[in-house]
């Protein structure tokens, strides 16, 4: 079950970089890419941090704490769900228990 690579060229502060990657992850690669450079063109346009290894690795620090921040919240959301089910699932043996005894 080999798949097919492909040699990427993606463009990131308007330099080239080739990447090897999966054929059916070329896409993914490609809005990665195009993420990657939109982050640090933000970085370099606010004008307070120079250097492109600096600037590279502030994008690469703010992109991993908005991953971690929707980790937490995709897991608190979770729990929430899971409360909210565990209430719901309380009213309704509430609701049937009612129902019959009304019907006794």
């Known amino acids: 079950m080999s798949q097919d690579i492909?040699?990427?060229?993606?463009?990131?502060?308007?330099?080239?970089?080739?990447?090897?990657?999966?054929?059916?992850?070329?896409?993914?690669?490609?809005?990665?890419?195009?993420?990657?450079?939109?982050?640090?063109?933000?970085?370099?346009?606010?004008?307070?941090v120079i250097g492109v290894e600096r600037i590279a690795v502030m994008a690469a620090l703010n992109i991993s704490h908005e991953f971690l921040q929707q980790g937490h919240t995709t897991e608190k959301s979770t729990q929430d769900l899971g409360e909210r089910l565990r209430k719901l699932s309380g009213k309704l043996d509430d609701t049937i228990a009612s129902y019959r005894q009304m019907e006794m």
């Open 6 to 48: 492909e040699t990427v060229r993606v463009q990131i502060l308007d330099k080239d970089y080739q990447v090897a990657c999966p054929a059916p992850q070329k896409e993914g690669l490609l809005e990665a890419a195009r993420y990657l450079d939109q982050q640090m063109r933000a970085i370099r346009q606010s004008g307070k």
